[in-house]
């Protein structure tokens, strides 16, 4: 699986319509294998962090908090991220 590929994204679009939950299960277990992607996809770090905030609410209301965990430690990483590429800016 390569989360880049055209045909794969076309597929979590179409469960995305069909059946939320596992769209969003489905992006979890991604996201857990290629977790390096989501810090250096191209995306603006804000449009990833709003993503990751959707994903924690919808989580949390599974009551699924080891993966609550997960999501909030990435997305902490991108903060740092973010943090560390403005700071190199600065100089």
Avoid: W
Wanted: charged share 40%; aromatic share 6%.
């Amino acid at each position: 699986m390569n989360p880049r590929d055209e045909e794969f994204l076309t597929s979590l679009l179409q469960i995305r319509e069909q059946d939320p939950a596992l769209f969003m299960q489905l992006v979890l277990e991604s996201l857990k294998r290629f977790p390096d992607l989501a810090i250096e996809d191209d995306q603006p770090n804000q449009q990833k962090i709003s993503a990751l905030k959707t994903m924690l609410r919808h989580f949390e209301e599974e009551e699924k908090y080891e993966d609550c965990a997960f999501i909030r430690d990435l997305q902490k990483k991108i903060e740092d991220e973010e943090e560390r590429g403005l700071s190199r800016n600065e100089q």
